[in-house]
């Protein structure tokens, strides 16, 4: 099918479709491409195609052209003629209608009833047999679009790490049962910057939400079959386009401004952006998975490859891997995070199996691998806020702490060492001790600050926090997997009862087990993460891997019971009462000295007797109460105009043991008091002050004291 349309030679970037006011100029590199064609589809009939074209140029790989008159919301594919050579890493098939990697926007999903493989699957060489059938009705189709926008005075809101305090959240999730959401807006962008949930986020304190997946992703065949979905996300198809399932309007790039419009309602409420994105592998799975964007385009050049090539690297676990110490995949990368910034005004990324990005040569891990040092060096991408799921599937794969500064980092030895201590568990005194004081032994050797630690206690992958108390073994029986999906190591302990009851003591101790991980966390050093629901103690019934779980079991339920009310102003109080405290907010690492002729040491451990820890303490194997003193006259670094920052001493008791224990409060110093600011055995105690001598501590909780400071918060 040949255009009629005058075809001019166009230039080899930007990559992707680019509309200058008068036409449109598309770009696509391929090293092993022969030719390439752009095909165009009716927008009433997207699985119509009306017209087809060559791109009449080719420059250092980047085959391109410009077509006058070409408007947004143009629907298009691409076909890609080449070798067909699974056997030396290419799969060109110019039957398969591709996903352009650079297209802003899609419109449609893929069919799996359609013809969407490479190869026959009912032939017995299976993909080493070309398909030549077409796909294009079964395709998602890239759109045109206009990058104009009016952002007014929006800007990146840069706020510090030191105050920072996200939260992890499902665009669809957070706003599907939300009564303040209007009902056309519930599960989508628009939905999330609405008055509701914005209110409810400003209220909590958080600064920064952290989104699951938003760029475009496919839903899985297998998932399909079973009539589940793919609800995370975490199988992407492009890596520029807003997936569009969360567009309130479904107009052709329709998701493209509403995307913007939920970024800058954020900003004006002083909440940042941060995406969750999947750069470690796509939705097309391994040789045997389906053709529609990379793999025929340039499969050798985009995804790792073994060394016949035919079979892919897989250091994710979904079957392939994307190759970023490829020169141009790095580009790639890069691109998209740089578009994500300059044109849809995010703050920051958190990068899912991030330990991929730094595997070079022959796939071991570096953390000087050149696709660091690009994103590192880059003027825009090296100051918003980079934060990496430091391990994956293969060899080697666990890297907390090996990743090179600015990185932050999700400290996975942060909740495990949490989850232990609070369950009983025998020999957790020095790593818990490590992990609520910035964890300085995994960054500090690197010179890197106590914020690389991103401490977090739950997230959207394992049981929520109301779960972690309430379950000691997965229930994901809705998933359609026997039960054999998810993780089975947990440290979660059910308190003495699986699932929900209806003993009030049971009841009890899950409430204060929640409020002593909740307390715990945002009283430790670093940066603290939550998963929303987790503040109102929102369930899954169990299920530790609800991934394909778009229904009830995944949407936070906003209808509160006086439990689930009080558990959420005991977060709020939390986070507000960390925003006040410059000792919560260190930005160097505790050297447990006095300074500044400081009346307290930055930190010191005390046990339950009142006198101080010793290197002998640690190692005791029972040692489950113990309590930490932080000095808020001994802060090292001074404020922004290079005053010394002087704020409260905080003094937290833990008890981890089951009975209740008497501890003996140290002394405040000179010329003040402790005041007991909560305690979460009893709600109703707080704000008061405390005289000399002993506290009895019931089993399992935690208590904060603080003496009032000359405060000048950094």
């Known amino acids: 099918m040949s255009s009629k349309r005058e075809i001019w030679p166009g230039k080899p970037w930007p990559r992707g479709a680019t509309f200058d006011g008068s036409g449109t100029n598309f770009a696509v590199y391929s090293q092993v491409a022969t030719r390439v064609e752009v095909c165009l589809f009716d927008r009433a009939d997207p699985t119509k195609e009306v017209e087809r074209f060559d791109l009449p140029m080719s420059t250092e790989f980047v085959w391109h052209g410009y077509v006058p008159d070409l408007e947004p919301g143009t629907l298009y594919g691409l076909r890609v003629h080449g070798p067909y050579e699974p056997e030396k890493g290419h799969r060109c098939n110019p039957h398969k209608l591709l996903v352009d990697p650079y297209a802003k926007a899609l419109h449609g999903e893929v069919d799996w009833k359609q013809p969407v493989f490479g190869y026959p699957l009912d032939h017995p060489k299976k993909d080493l047999m070309r398909d030549e059938r077409d796909s294009a009705a079964g395709m998602p189709k890239g759109v045109v679009v206009s990058d104009f926008f009016d952002w007014g005075n929006d800007r990146r809101l840069d706020i510090p790490w030191r105050k920072t305090v996200i939260y992890e959240a499902h665009v669809r999730g957070l706003t599907m049962r939300h009564p303040g959401v209007p009902e056309h807006q519930r599960g989508t962008y628009a939905g999330l910057g609405s008055p509701a949930i914005i209110e409810h986020l400003q209220k909590l304190g958080v600064t920064s939400v952290e989104l699951l997946p938003v760029q475009e992703f496919a839903d899985d065949s297998f998932l399909n079959d079973k009539g589940l979905s793919n609800f995370w996300g975490y199988s992407t198809l492009n890596y520029f386009a807003p997936e569009q399932r969360y567009a309130s309007r479904k107009t052709p790039g329709g998701a493209v401004a509403e995307f913007k419009s939920m970024v800058k309602s954020l900003h004006a409420a002083g909440i940042e952006v941060i995406l969750d994105v999947v750069y470690n592998h796509t939705c097309e799975g391994n040789h045997l998975g389906p053709t529609l964007s990379f793999k025929g385009i340039d499969n050798a050049s985009y995804y790792w490859t073994m060394p016949e090539a035919r079979h892919y690297l897989d250091f994710t676990g979904c079957g392939n891997s994307l190759n970023a110490s490829n020169p141009q995949t790095a580009r790639f990368i890069v691109d998209s995070l740089r578009y994500w910034v300059e044109e849809m005004h995010v703050d920051g990324f958190r990068f899912d199996l991030a330990t991929v990005l730094g595997r070079t040569g022959k796939g071991g891990y570096d953390p000087n691998a050149p696709i660091f040092q690009i994103i590192n060096q880059d003027p825009v991408l090296g100051r918003v806020k980079l934060i990496a799921e430091p391990w994956d599937v293969g060899l080697g794969g666990y890297q907390v702490g090996g990743f090179p500064s600015p990185w932050h980092e999700w400290n996975g030895k942060y909740r495990d060492a949490l989850r232990k201590y609070w369950k009983g568990d025998e020999n957790q005194a020095a790593e818990v001790g490590y992990r609520l004081t910035g964890s300085a032994d995994l960054f500090a050797a690197a010179r890197r600050r106590p914020q690389a630690s991103i401490n977090f206690v739950t997230a959207h992958d ?83 891997n609800a991934y394909c779980q778009d229904n009830e079991l995944s949407w936070v339920d906003w209808n509160l019971d006086k439990t689930r009310q009080d558990l959420l102003e005991f977060t709020r109080k939390l986070i507000q009462f960390r925003h006040g405290q410059p000792v919560l907010q260190r930005r160097r690492f505790f050297q447990g000295e006095h300074l500044w ?63 209740t224990v008497a501890f003996t409060v140290p002394p405040p110093g000179e010329g003040g008091a402790w005041r007991l600011e909560l305690y979460t055995a009893d709600d109703k105690r707080g704000n008061e002050e405390m005289k000399p001598g002993k506290f009895e501590m019931a089993g399992r909780s935690l208590a904060v004291f603080r003496k009032p400071g000359n405060n000048n918060t950094p």
């Open 462 to 544: 394992g049981f929520t926090l109301h779960d972690l108390v309430t379950y000691s073994s997965k229930h994901n029986e809705a998933n359609g997997e026997h039960n054999r999906d998810g993780a089975d190591d947990n440290q979660a302990w059910n308190c003495g009862v699986e699932g929900e009851t209806d003993n009030k003591d049971i009841i009890s101790l899950r409430e204060r087990q929640k409020r002593n991980l909740m307390a715990s966390l945002f009283l430790s050093t670093g940066v603290p993460m939550i998963v929303a629901g987790d503040e109102m103690g929102r369930t899954q019934n169990g299920n530790n």
């Open 597 to 659: 002729e400081s009346e307290h040491k930055d930190l010191a451990w005390f046990k339950p007797d009142g006198t101080e820890m010793g290197p002998e303490d640690w190692q005791k194997p029972f040692v489950r109460s113990l309590a930490f003193l932080l000095g808020g006259d001994a802060i090292p670094t001074p404020d922004e105009r290079g005053q010394r920052v002087n704020g409260d001493s905080l003094l937290v008791l833990l008890n981890a043991h089951h009975d």
